[in-house]
């Protein structure tokens, strides 16, 4: 069954995101990430929500890969448009 993970997101990748430009988080895998959960990424800046956020599912997850570090997968994600949580 599909997930939902809160997450905090840095504001030059949340804006990367919500533009369409990043398709992808790295991200340590210690939420047993699948494909079809959501994300709510909320922005974090200078140790606090700014209170943007926006919704995006994963759509594939990339992970014990030459190069990658043990533990970390690469989520492709696609923004869910209308869904600014």
């Not at 992808?24 to 700014?50: A, P, S």
């Amino acid at each position: 069954m599909a997930q939902i993970h809160d997450l905090k997101i840095l504001p030059e990748y949340y804006d990367a995101v919500d533009k369409g430009v990043k398709t992808y988080e790295l991200r340590f895998d210690d939420r047993n990430y699948t494909v079809g959960d959501m994300l709510i990424l909320r922005e974090w800046e200078n140790g606090q929500y700014t209170g943007k956020r926006l919704t995006a599912k994963i759509t594939h997850i990339l992970k014990d890969f030459v190069g990658l570090t043990d533990g970390w997968a690469v989520l492709s994600i696609k923004k869910m448009e209308g869904k600014k949580c």
